[in-house]
Protein backbone atom coordinates (compact mmCIF):
# COMPACT_ATOMS: atom_id res chain seq x y z
CA UNK A 1 0.00 0.00 0.00
CA UNK A 2 1.83 2.78 -1.12
CA UNK A 3 -0.90 5.85 0.06
CA UNK A 4 -0.03 9.16 -1.60
CA UNK A 5 2.96 9.16 -4.17
CA UNK A 6 4.47 12.40 -5.96
CA UNK A 7 6.31 12.39 -9.39
CA UNK A 8 8.85 14.22 -9.45
CA UNK A 9 9.96 14.59 -5.66
CA UNK A 10 12.56 17.46 -7.00
CA UNK A 11 12.69 19.96 -10.18
CA UNK A 12 14.50 22.97 -11.62
CA UNK A 13 12.55 25.18 -13.67
CA UNK A 14 13.45 27.90 -15.78
CA UNK A 15 10.93 30.97 -15.99
CA UNK A 16 8.51 30.98 -18.47
CA UNK A 17 8.70 26.79 -18.50
CA UNK A 18 5.68 24.38 -18.10
CA UNK A 19 5.13 21.36 -15.83
CA UNK A 20 2.76 19.02 -14.30
CA UNK A 21 3.25 17.25 -10.73
CA UNK A 22 1.42 13.78 -10.73
CA UNK A 23 -0.25 13.03 -7.49
CA UNK A 24 -1.54 9.32 -7.15
CA UNK A 25 -2.91 7.54 -4.45
CA UNK A 26 -4.19 4.25 -3.71
CA UNK A 27 -7.00 4.46 -0.70
CA UNK A 28 -9.87 5.42 -2.90
CA UNK A 29 -10.48 8.68 -1.20
CA UNK A 30 -12.67 10.99 -3.06
CA UNK A 31 -11.04 14.30 -1.39
CA UNK A 32 -7.20 15.38 -2.57
CA UNK A 33 -5.67 18.43 -2.47
CA UNK A 34 -2.33 20.27 -3.65
CA UNK A 35 -0.64 22.59 -1.33
CA UNK A 36 2.70 24.75 -1.12
CA UNK A 37 4.79 25.33 1.82
CA UNK A 38 7.07 28.36 2.14
CA UNK A 39 9.10 29.37 4.77
CA UNK A 40 7.46 31.22 7.37
CA UNK A 41 3.90 30.92 5.44
CA UNK A 42 2.63 27.73 6.89
CA UNK A 43 0.78 25.19 4.24
CA UNK A 44 -1.64 26.93 1.86
CA UNK A 45 -4.19 25.37 -0.15
CA UNK A 46 -3.93 25.90 -3.93
CA UNK A 47 -6.87 23.57 -5.56
CA UNK A 48 -8.25 20.87 -4.18
CA UNK A 49 -11.14 18.22 -5.61
CA UNK A 50 -14.24 16.46 -4.18
CA UNK A 51 -14.45 14.11 -6.59
CA UNK A 52 -13.26 12.31 -10.02
CA UNK A 53 -14.06 15.44 -12.43
CA UNK A 54 -14.36 18.03 -10.32
CA UNK A 55 -11.60 20.81 -8.95
CA UNK A 56 -12.29 24.02 -6.79
CA UNK A 57 -9.48 27.04 -5.84
CA UNK A 58 -8.12 27.25 -2.67
CA UNK A 59 -6.18 30.02 -1.17
CA UNK A 60 -3.38 30.53 -4.04
CA UNK A 61 -4.79 29.37 -7.21
CA UNK A 62 -3.52 31.96 -9.31
CA UNK A 63 -0.64 30.72 -12.32
CA UNK A 64 -1.69 26.91 -11.46
CA UNK A 65 -4.12 24.48 -12.71
CA UNK A 66 -5.50 20.77 -11.57
CA UNK A 67 -7.14 18.01 -13.31
CA UNK A 68 -8.77 14.95 -11.98
CA UNK A 69 -9.87 13.03 -14.71
CA UNK A 70 -8.93 9.87 -12.68
CA UNK A 71 -10.36 9.32 -9.08
CA UNK A 72 -6.66 7.94 -8.11
CA UNK A 73 -5.11 11.36 -9.68
CA UNK A 74 -4.22 14.73 -8.83
CA UNK A 75 -2.20 16.92 -11.41
CA UNK A 76 -0.85 20.36 -10.91
CA UNK A 77 0.15 21.90 -13.84
CA UNK A 78 2.03 25.39 -13.92
CA UNK A 79 1.77 26.92 -17.75
CA UNK A 80 4.62 29.48 -17.33
CA UNK A 81 6.52 28.92 -14.27
CA UNK A 82 7.77 32.42 -11.83
CA UNK A 83 10.32 32.44 -9.67
CA UNK A 84 7.63 33.07 -6.72
CA UNK A 85 6.04 29.49 -7.43
CA UNK A 86 9.35 28.03 -5.70
CA UNK A 87 8.01 25.91 -3.06
CA UNK A 88 7.45 22.30 -1.48
CA UNK A 89 4.06 21.30 -3.24
CA UNK A 90 2.68 18.64 -0.88
CA UNK A 91 -0.50 16.85 -2.30
CA UNK A 92 -2.71 15.26 0.23
CA UNK A 93 -6.07 12.96 0.23
CA UNK A 94 -8.55 11.82 2.17
CA UNK A 95 -12.04 10.24 2.65
CA UNK A 96 -15.26 12.45 2.44
CA UNK A 97 -17.40 10.30 5.30
CA UNK A 98 -19.57 12.23 7.23
CA UNK A 99 -17.71 13.75 10.24
CA UNK A 100 -13.41 15.01 10.33
CA UNK A 101 -10.75 12.26 8.63
CA UNK A 102 -7.47 13.50 8.42
CA UNK A 103 -5.64 13.88 5.67
CA UNK A 104 -2.17 11.71 4.09
CA UNK A 105 0.40 13.65 2.80
CA UNK A 106 2.67 12.33 -0.21
CA UNK A 107 6.31 13.28 0.32
CA UNK A 108 6.55 16.08 -1.19
CA UNK A 109 7.95 18.15 -4.51
CA UNK A 110 10.76 20.51 -3.92
CA UNK A 111 10.63 22.83 -7.14
CA UNK A 112 12.84 25.82 -7.92
CA UNK A 113 12.18 28.34 -10.21
CA UNK A 114 15.25 30.36 -11.65
CA UNK B 1 -12.50 34.22 10.36
CA UNK B 2 -11.30 30.54 11.10
CA UNK B 3 -7.40 30.91 12.34
CA UNK B 4 -4.82 28.72 14.44
CA UNK B 5 -2.57 30.28 16.08
CA UNK B 6 0.79 28.57 17.22
CA UNK B 7 2.70 31.09 19.25
CA UNK B 8 5.96 28.82 20.12
CA UNK B 9 8.27 29.06 16.93
CA UNK B 10 10.83 26.81 18.77
CA UNK B 11 10.58 24.28 21.53
CA UNK B 12 13.43 22.26 23.53
CA UNK B 13 12.62 19.55 25.28
CA UNK B 14 15.06 16.94 27.39
CA UNK B 15 15.33 13.20 25.49
CA UNK B 16 12.36 11.42 28.38
CA UNK B 17 10.61 14.37 29.57
CA UNK B 18 6.95 15.70 28.28
CA UNK B 19 6.41 18.66 26.69
CA UNK B 20 3.69 20.64 25.29
CA UNK B 21 3.15 22.19 21.97
CA UNK B 22 0.60 25.40 21.97
CA UNK B 23 -2.33 25.42 19.52
CA UNK B 24 -5.35 28.08 19.72
CA UNK B 25 -7.73 28.55 17.52
CA UNK B 26 -10.52 30.95 16.71
CA UNK B 27 -13.95 29.83 15.03
CA UNK B 28 -17.60 30.84 15.47
CA UNK B 29 -18.76 27.54 14.25
CA UNK B 30 -19.77 24.95 17.21
CA UNK B 31 -18.45 21.76 14.80
CA UNK B 32 -14.90 21.86 13.90
CA UNK B 33 -12.13 18.97 14.24
CA UNK B 34 -8.07 20.03 15.27
CA UNK B 35 -5.32 17.65 13.82
CA UNK B 36 -1.71 17.78 14.94
CA UNK B 37 0.75 16.73 11.97
CA UNK B 38 4.32 16.23 12.22
CA UNK B 39 6.87 16.97 9.75
CA UNK B 40 10.48 15.62 10.15
CA UNK B 41 13.52 16.97 8.28
CA UNK B 42 12.73 14.48 5.70
CA UNK B 43 9.65 16.25 4.64
CA UNK B 44 6.67 14.06 4.85
CA UNK B 45 3.43 15.36 6.93
CA UNK B 46 2.47 12.38 9.21
CA UNK B 47 -0.82 12.63 10.89
CA UNK B 48 -0.26 12.44 14.74
CA UNK B 49 -3.65 13.09 16.71
CA UNK B 50 -7.59 14.24 16.11
CA UNK B 51 -10.10 15.91 18.28
CA UNK B 52 -13.04 16.65 17.24
CA UNK B 53 -15.23 19.50 19.22
CA UNK B 54 -18.12 17.55 20.19
CA UNK B 55 -15.76 15.20 21.82
CA UNK B 56 -16.09 14.70 25.38
CA UNK B 57 -12.67 13.15 26.21
CA UNK B 58 -9.05 14.34 25.68
CA UNK B 59 -7.71 12.68 22.33
CA UNK B 60 -4.88 10.22 23.11
CA UNK B 61 -2.38 8.01 20.30
CA UNK B 62 -0.29 6.40 22.28
CA UNK B 63 2.73 9.26 24.04
CA UNK B 64 0.08 12.11 22.07
CA UNK B 65 -2.53 13.41 23.67
CA UNK B 66 -4.12 16.29 22.95
CA UNK B 67 -5.29 18.04 25.74
CA UNK B 68 -8.33 20.21 24.69
CA UNK B 69 -10.12 23.46 25.88
CA UNK B 70 -12.80 24.03 24.82
CA UNK B 71 -13.95 27.35 26.31
CA UNK B 72 -10.21 28.96 26.18
CA UNK B 73 -10.32 27.81 22.24
CA UNK B 74 -7.12 25.43 22.70
CA UNK B 75 -5.76 22.51 21.70
CA UNK B 76 -2.26 21.90 22.85
CA UNK B 77 -0.30 18.84 22.06
CA UNK B 78 1.62 16.85 24.81
CA UNK B 79 4.17 14.54 24.04
CA UNK B 80 5.03 12.29 27.02
CA UNK B 81 8.34 10.87 27.03
CA UNK B 82 10.51 12.72 24.53
CA UNK B 83 12.37 11.02 21.85
CA UNK B 84 15.24 11.74 19.77
CA UNK B 85 13.66 11.32 17.26
CA UNK B 86 10.30 13.42 18.13
CA UNK B 87 12.25 16.00 16.57
CA UNK B 88 10.52 18.06 14.27
CA UNK B 89 7.89 20.90 13.13
CA UNK B 90 4.54 20.01 14.76
CA UNK B 91 1.69 21.67 12.71
CA UNK B 92 -1.84 22.26 14.18
CA UNK B 93 -4.94 22.44 11.91
CA UNK B 94 -8.12 22.95 12.19
CA UNK B 95 -10.75 21.48 9.55
CA UNK B 96 -13.48 23.65 8.51
CA UNK B 97 -16.96 22.75 9.02
CA UNK B 98 -18.71 20.70 5.59
CA UNK B 99 -20.49 23.48 3.88
CA UNK B 100 -21.12 21.74 0.48
CA UNK B 101 -18.11 20.48 -0.46
CA UNK B 102 -15.82 22.33 1.96
CA UNK B 103 -13.48 19.95 3.18
CA UNK B 104 -10.48 22.65 3.91
CA UNK B 105 -8.00 22.72 6.39
CA UNK B 106 -6.27 26.06 8.13
CA UNK B 107 -2.99 25.75 9.29
CA UNK B 108 -0.78 27.26 11.89
CA UNK B 109 2.75 28.02 11.01
CA UNK B 110 4.11 25.44 13.17
CA UNK B 111 6.44 24.42 16.08
CA UNK B 112 10.13 23.63 15.74
CA UNK B 113 10.96 20.79 18.36
CA UNK B 114 14.44 19.73 19.43
CA UNK B 115 14.71 16.90 21.51
CA UNK B 116 18.24 17.14 23.58
CA UNK B 117 19.96 14.48 24.24
Known amino acids: NAGVTQTPKFRVLKTGQSMTLLCAQDMNHEYMYWYRQDPGMGLRLIHYSVGEGTTAKGEVPDGYNVSRLKKQNFLLGLESAAPSQTSVYFC?????????????FGQGTRLTVV | AQKITQTQPGMFVQEKEAVTLDCTYDTSDQSYGLFWYKQPSSGEMIFLIYQGSYDEQNATEGRYSLNFQKARKSANLVISASQLGDSAMYFC??????????????WGLGTSLAVNP
Open chain 1, 92 to 104: ASSYSRAGFTEAF
Open chain 2, 93 to 106: AMREPRVGNNRKLI
